[in-house]
């Protein structure tokens, strides 16, 4: 079954370093890999997602995320933390439920915190 | 702004009692989507409905029902409730029910219930 893992429950950067949220998958088939940011107290907003037309996928806020087949990895960087960035991050990869339906499986959430 | 809305923002309620929550998916998206998420077991797919029709059910408890209704608009029924479905609901929608597509999330329905 597809499924995701998120390394580190909580990530600290100092202002204008690199970000790095790491997250590895488990598919039998070709997936489709998704990044969406929690703010405090607000629904999923949709970073970035892969679905197969390129391995470097950028997104929204100077997001990026590279699809790595031989690592199962869709590790979303962005290289210069803003104090705005910090929020929850969750990747999620769909899943086939059968019948021509799909759901998300969410990773358990990475909280990125950046230190000015 | 994702286009998908939620009412009510926040729930209390007590043990035992009933809640309808209300989302509403943006305009010509056809699929909803059902999510709790909680401390302890994360973000999990409760149900999904494809224009009126039940498409997919997840980790959605008996206690648990929900509708999508002709306009589109879904509910999400809990009954009997118990301290431990204090959660944020979720609603999202999508296009249609393509593995590739985006899903949508409303803001949230926070339940607390004492």
């Known amino acids: 079954a597809q499924s995701v893992t998120q390394l580190g429950s909580h990530v600290s950067v100092s202002e204008g370093a690199l970000v790095l949220l790491r997250c590895n998958y488990s598919s039998s088939v070709p997936p489709y890999l998704f990044w969406y940011v929690q703010y405090p107290n607000q629904g999923l907003q949709l970073l970035l997602k892969?679905?197969?037309?390129?391995?470097l996928v950028k997104g929204i806020n100077g997001f990026e995320a590279e699809f790595k087949k031989s690592e199962t990895s869709f590790h979303l960087t962005k290289p210069s933390a803003h104090m705005s960035d910090a929020a929850e991050y969750f990747c999620?990869?769909?899943?086939?439920?059968?019948?021509?339906?799909?759901?998300?499986?969410f990773g358990k959430g990475t909280k990125l915190s950046v230190i000015p | 702004d994702s286009g998908v809305t939620q009412t009510p923002k926040h729930l209390i309620t007590a043990t035992g009692q009933r809640v309808t929550l209300r989302c509403s998916p943006r305009s010509g998206d056809l699929s909803v989507y059902w999510y709790q998420q909680s401390l302890d077991q994360g973000l999990q797919f409760l149900i999904q409905?494809?224009?009126?029709?039940?498409?997919a059910k997840g980790n959605i408890l008996e206690r648990f029902s929900a509708q999508q209704f002709p306009d589109l608009h879904s509910e999400l029924n809990l009954s009997s409730l118990e301290l431990g479905d204090s959660a944020l609901y979720f609603c999202?929608?999508?296009?249609?029910?393509?593995?590739?597509?985006?899903?949508?999330f409303g803001p949230g329905t926070r339940l607390l219930v004492l």
């Open positions: 892969y679905t197969s037309a390129a391995t």
């Open positions: 409905y494809y224009n009126g029709e039940e498409r």
């Open positions: 999202a929608s999508s296009a249609g029910t393509s593995s590739g597509e985006t899903q949508y």
């Open positions: 999620a990869v769909t899943r086939s439920m059968g019948a021509g339906s799909y759901q998300l499986t």
